[in-house]
C-alpha cells in the first residue's frame, strides 16, 4: 500500500497552487490519498486569503482520494503538523508530508514509497527526506544519511513517530539534567541547532521541526537523504512565514535522477565521515554569515566581492 501524503496549507494560493500542481504530476499521484490540513486564521488580514486557498483546495482532482480538513482556529504550523501527522499514522502506519512550499520532482513518491518499504525494518531510520543539499562525495547508492533530518518532503512510520517527542517540558527536563546534551547535539546536527532548540522550546518560535531533529539526535537514529534533491522550495519570498530571505542550501536538480523510477538504496545504514562534514558546513556560523553578505551584496551590487564569495559557499 502506497502512503498518503499529508499537505499543510495556510494562506499562500499562488504557492498552493504549485505545489499540488508539481505533486499531481508525479508518477503515483492517481494511486495515492491526499489529506489536505488547512490551518485557521491568525488575524482578519489572513481570513480572505485562507477563504481562497479553501476554495481551490476543494478543485483540486488527480490523486485516489482527497480529504480536507478545514481548522476553525489557527493551530500554527508545529501544533498543525504534529496533530495532522499523528492522526494519519494513526489510520495508515505511515505518512509523505509535504508543506504548501514545496514542488517535487515526478518520481519523489516513488523515492518515498520504495524508501518507506525498504527501511521499514531498520529501525536506526527514523524518517525518510525528498531534499537533499549539494554533497559532492558520491557512491553506488542514491542515498547517503544523517542524524539532522530535514522538513522539505519528508515520510516516516506510526512505529517511529510520538507526539510526546516533542513535548517542550520533556525536553526541557532532559537538558537541564544533562548538561552535555546542548554540546553534543550541536556537534552532531550543526551550529545553529541549539539556539533553534532552546527558542522552540521557550516559545521564541513555532517550530517542530528541530524538536524532531532532536528526538533523532536522542534516539541515535537517521534521516534516509536522496543523493540529489527531489523536492525544490519556493517558499523563501515576502509571503512566507518562516522563509523571507533567500535559500542558503545548495541542491543539484539531476535530470537522470529525476527521471528514475527505482531507486537503489543501501541496508548498512550508517554516516560517511566526508559526507557528515559536507553536510554540517550548510548549517556553520561561517557558512551564514557568507550566505548573509551574498544576500546584502546581491542587494548593493558589489559584483567583485560577491564572486569571491560565491567561489566560498
Not at 238 to 258: L, M, Q, W
Request: overall charge positive; proline content about 2%.
Amino acid at each position: 500500500m502506497l502512503a498518503p501524503i499529508c499537505l499543510f496549507t495556510y494562506n499562500r494560493l499562488a504557492e498552493t497552487k504549485e505545489t499540488v500542481e508539481a505533486l499531481k504530476k508525479n508518477l503515483l499521484a492517481s494511486e495515492s490519498h491526499l489529506l489536505v490540513f488547512s490551518d485557521g486564521a491568525k488575524n482578519e488580514q489572513a481570513q480572505e486569503k485562507i477563504k481562497g486557498v479553501r476554495q481551490y483546495l476543494k478543485t483540486i482532482e488527480g490523486f485516489k482520494s482527497i480529504q480536507i480538513f478545514e481548522a476553525s482556529e489557527n493551530k500554527g504550523l508545529a501544533n498543525s503538523i504534529i496533530s495532522g501527522v499523528t492522526n494519519a499514522l494513526e489510520q495508515y502506519g505511515k505518512v509523505i508530508v509535504l508543506e504548501d512550499d514545496l514542488t517535487t520532482a515526478p518520481n519523489f513518491l516513488n523515492f518515498m514509497n520504495q524508501a518507506l518499504d525498504y527501511y521499514e525494518t531498520i529501525d536506526v531510520v527514523q524518517s525518510i527526506n525528498g531534499f537533499s543539499p549539494e554533497i559532492k562525495k558520491q557512491n553506488m547508492f542514491d542515498v547517503f544519511y544523517h542524524t539532522r533530518t530535514f522538513p522539505w518532503g519528508w515520510a516516516t512510520w506510526k512505529d517511529r513517530w510520538d507526539a510526546d517527542i516533542f513535548s517542550k517540558e520533556k525536553i526541557k527536563k532532559e537538558i537541564s539534567e544533562d548538561k552535555t546534551i546542548l554540546m553534543n547535539l550541536q556537534n552532531t546536527c550543526g551550529s545553529d541547532i541549539t539556539k533553534m532548540l532552546l527558542d522552540s522550546i521557550n516559545d521564541k518560535n513555532d517550530s517542530w521541526y528541530v524538536r524532531w531533529v532532536y528526538a533523532h539526535f536522542r534516539k541515535q537514529t537517521v534521516g534516509v537523504y536522496p543523493k540529489y534533491a527531489l523536492v525544490n522550495n519556493s517558499g523563501f519570498n515576502e509571503n512566507g512565514t518562516h522563509c523571507k530571505a533567500i535559500n542558503p542550501y545548495k541542491s543539484v536538480n539531476d535530470t537522470d535522477f529525476r527521471n528514475k523510477v527505482q531507486f537503489n538504496f543501501n541496508s548498512q545504514v550508517r554516516i560517511d565521515p566526508i559526507i557528515n562534514k559536507q553536510f554540517l558546513r550548510y548549517f556553520s556560523k561561517e557558512y551564514r554569515v557568507l550566505i548573509r553578505l551574498k544576500l546584502l551584496l546581491e542587494k548593493g551590487g558589489l559584483k567583485i566581492l560577491l564572486d569571491d564569495i560565491k567561489s566560498k559557499i
